[in-house]
């Protein structure tokens, strides 16, 4: 049964709906009246003060309108993974020519690229860490069973150091994810799944995905991993 809050909300959502204009569809009508009546009354969750992260740590990678950049050198998914580490620089450890699909990462900035499933030479992901990587001991030894160590060249040994932006929000590793959903333009669609929130999911522009991965299961969980990945088209 519902509740005389949400009763209530849902009335005043309608009521802004009907007086708005047509040219929102009538489901973004109602979202944000419904958003604004919940803010009006209160019933809306008070996270409280989003934490802001300076500006001047180098290098910058920015979201822009769609589109990364890093050090204000555009990087554009479907390139060659020659283009992106000739704009990232040196200090990349990539996979063996013959290995598919291709990676490369730098541990220094806490970044990995790589291609699809399919032999071709375009970078469809960019991975960036933010918090290192929680290792399982039984899954993940550091030692064989002859106690030599094991080497795990594509895991990233780095966090980013620089300045990272998303909207003209700057992010992290301290940062929340409810901070980033409520800084961020409301078309990216950033939620979480319906009982977890520890790997949320949203759209960075049409057929480019976004997949964080958070410190623990709900909206005050820490940014550990941002991914950015060119979606599959249908065939």
């Known amino acids: 049964m519902m509740s005389a809050v949400f009763r209530f909300l849902l009335f005043l959502a309608l009521l802004a709906s009907c007086r708005a204009g047509n040219a929102q569809s009538l489901g973004e009508r109602l979202g944000q009246a419904f958003e604004k009546a919940a803010n009006t009354t209160g019933a809306a969750k008070n996270y409280g003060k989003v934490r802001r992260v300076a500006r001047g740590a180098k290098p910058t990678l920015v979201l822009r309108d769609g589109d990364i950049y890093f050090n204000d050198n555009l990087l554009s998914l479907g390139a060659s993974i020659d283009s992106w ?4 620089g040196s200090g990349s450890v990539c996979s063996p020519e013959n290995e598919w699909p291709k990676w490369c990462k730098w ?16 970078v469809k992901f960019l991975n ?34 620089g300045y990272f932006e998303f909207d003209n929000f700057g992010i992290d590793r301290h940062t929340k994810f409810w901070e980033i959903r409520a800084s961020v333009e409301h078309k990216h669609d950033l939620r979480c799944g319906l009982r977890d929130c520890s790997q949320p999911l949203g759209l960075l522009k049409a057929g480019v995905g976004i997949y964080l991965l958070l410190n623990r299961n709900d909206e005050y969980g820490e940014l550990r991993t941002f991914s950015i990945t060119a979606l599959a088209r249908p065939e």
């Open 107 to 122: 541990d220094a900035l806490g970044i990995e690229i790589g291609t699809g499933a399919h032999k071709t030479d375009s």
């Open 128 to 161: 960036i860490y933010f918090n290192p990587e929680l290792k399982d001991a039984d899954e993940f030894p550091d030692v064989d069973k002859s106690g030599n160590p094991v080497v795990r060249p594509w895991i990233v040994n780095g966090v980013f150091p």
């Open 85 to 88: 580490k000739k704009i990232i």
